[in-house]
């Protein structure tokens, strides 16, 4: 078979399971995970802010050169930041700019990588007692550990230290999975595998939502500002479940949620509606928790917002009452925030609403 037919029988390989991947909100949500392949010296990878859903309707994988982007990694050069600097312009019909983590992607030696945001996994990630939790369950696979850091450069180098191991399998602090294999068959394998070992115990027993009641807390406005009903009703567990609600109050548990919803979760006081909880705080929040009522969603919100609300109320109910949580700290929050490559993802988003809109 001539080498470029191969080629493209694997990236279409790659397509289909990233769009299978997309397609399941249990393993990745909106524009979050990336998937990639190495054939021919170039690492093709999804795009920044495009979904693994779009993978077979929309040209969403950028060809990146990935020897030079090692090498600024290991040089520590902040140019390893902008890996758009290093995509292969001439192979990039759509002009995109590669993932964010497109670091990690190139620095792994698999020719195939899968970085998911599997809620199963999140909802291990996010404890301090991860590894106790994981090693049984992992047993007999070449996996790591790797503490949180931010994606980009300081997790590529985070998981740099782990290379001589070779891990097939790294289960991110606070961030979410990632395997890695010499065929796409092979990781999708790995992936179901995996999966399957880290799935958590049946969610908890949940009442239905008070769908009156925030209707017309989202009919009473908020200024110039309105809300909704969230485009899942799954959404709702986050502020139906008291468990899950009292680990919502602690923070911010990963990534996606801080870029794509803001800082922490807002949970409305007693008696308050939408209007009142804006008036408190002074902004309207991306979302609002009413204890025992469900969620509302700012209207403006586009669908990734929608997708990762839905994913923090199926995080919470994968985390068991009292268990030992780690959140964000301040500081890492405003490395996201302030962040031009996540500021790039989130203007892609707007954009889409406008299109929408």
């Not at 993932?99 to 199963?120: G, K």
């Not at 017309?216 to 200024?223: D, I, L, Y």
């Not at 986050?238 to 949620?257: F, K, N, R, V």
Request: with cysteine; proline share 6%; aromatic share 4%.
């Amino acid at each position: 078979m001539p080498q470029s037919v191969s080629r493209q029988a694997e990236l279409d390989a790659l397509k289909a399971l990233s769009a299978r991947i997309g397609s399941d909100p249990l393993t990745t949500q909106g524009a979050g995970g990336n998937t990639s392949l190495k054939v021919d010296g170039t690492l093709w990878i999804k795009a920044s802010g495009t979904w693994l859903a779009h993978a077979l309707e929309r040209d969403i994988m950028v060809p990146v050169a990935f020897e030079p982007l090692l090498d600024a990694v290991a040089a520590i050069d902040p140019v390893a930041e902008r890996a758009h600097e290093f995509t292969i312009a001439a192979q990039n019909a759509s002009g995109l700019r590669p993932s964010i983590e497109t670091t990690v992607h190139a620095l792994l030696p698999q020719r195939v990588v899968l970085h998911v945001h599997c809620v199963d996994t999140i909802a291990l990630a996010v404890r301090t007692d991860c590894v106790e939790q994981v090693s049984p369950r992992l047993e007999g696979l070449n996996w790591a550990y790797v503490p949180y850091a931010r994606p980009g450069l300081p997790l590529a180098l985070a998981i740099a230290e782990h290379r001589g191991q070779r891990p097939d399998v790294l289960v991110l602090a606070n961030h979410g999975l990632v395997v890695a294999a010499e065929t796409v068959d092979a990781a999708e394998a790995l992936l179901l595998d995996v999966k399957q070992r880290l799935r958590a115990e049946p969610r908890r027993p949940k009442t239905a939502a008070d769908i009156r009641w925030l209707a017309g807390s989202a009919a009473k406005g908020t200024g110039d500002v309105s809300y909704r009903l969230p485009q899942s009703e799954v959404t709702h567990d986050a502020a139906l479940d008291p468990a899950s609600l009292e680990i919502a109050a602690l923070g911010s548990l990963y990534p996606d949620h801080v870029i794509f919803l803001g800082q922490g979760s807002t949970i409305a006081g007693a008696g308050e509606d939408a209007s009142a909880v804006a008036r408190r705080l002074g902004f309207a929040p991306a979302s609002i928790l009413f204890a025992g009522k469900g969620v509302l969603m700012r209207a403006d919100m586009p669908p990734g917002a929608d997708a990762m609300a839905r994913c923090l109320a199926d995080v919470l109910a994968r985390i068991p009452a009292g268990a030992p949580v780690r959140v964000l700290t301040a500081g890492e929050i405003l490395q996201l925030t302030d962040w031009d490559a996540e500021k790039y993802r989130q203007e892609l988003a707007r954009k889409a609403v406008r299109k929408i809109a």
